[in-house]
């Protein structure tokens, strides 16, 4: 078990943050994604209405801010995207 003297305790440290999502906002996520995919094959990997009928981007922001898990959908759907393209 580390000690306390072990810890960087008021310094900052360049550890790199491991969220994949950490400073990427759902704005930046879903355009991604639309660019990526397109809506209609959007709607294919996650079916839901906002992606389906008439979809948007503010109507699907509006819709996943709201619900959390069409918007872990969504995120997971991200990471795996990138994941694969690296």
């Not at 078990?1 to 440290?13: E, I, L, Q, S, Y």
């Not at 995919?37 to 389906?52: K, L, Q, S, V």
């Not at 509006?62 to 990138?82: C, G, H, N, P, S």
Request: proline residues 5%.
């Amino acid at each position: 078990m580390p000690r306390p003297a072990d810890f960087n305790v008021g310094k900052m440290t360049s550890n790199k943050n491991n969220d994949p999502l950490h400073g990427i906002t759902l704005k930046a996520i879903l355009e991604y994604l639309v660019k990526k995919y397109g809506w209609e094959e959007m709607a294919d990997h996650i079916r839901i209405n906002c992606f389906i009928d008439n979809p948007s981007i503010n109507s699907s922001l509006k819709f996943l801010r709201k619900t959390d898990w069409a918007r872990k959908k969504v995120e997971q759907l991200y990471i795996d995207t990138v994941s694969a393209s690296h």
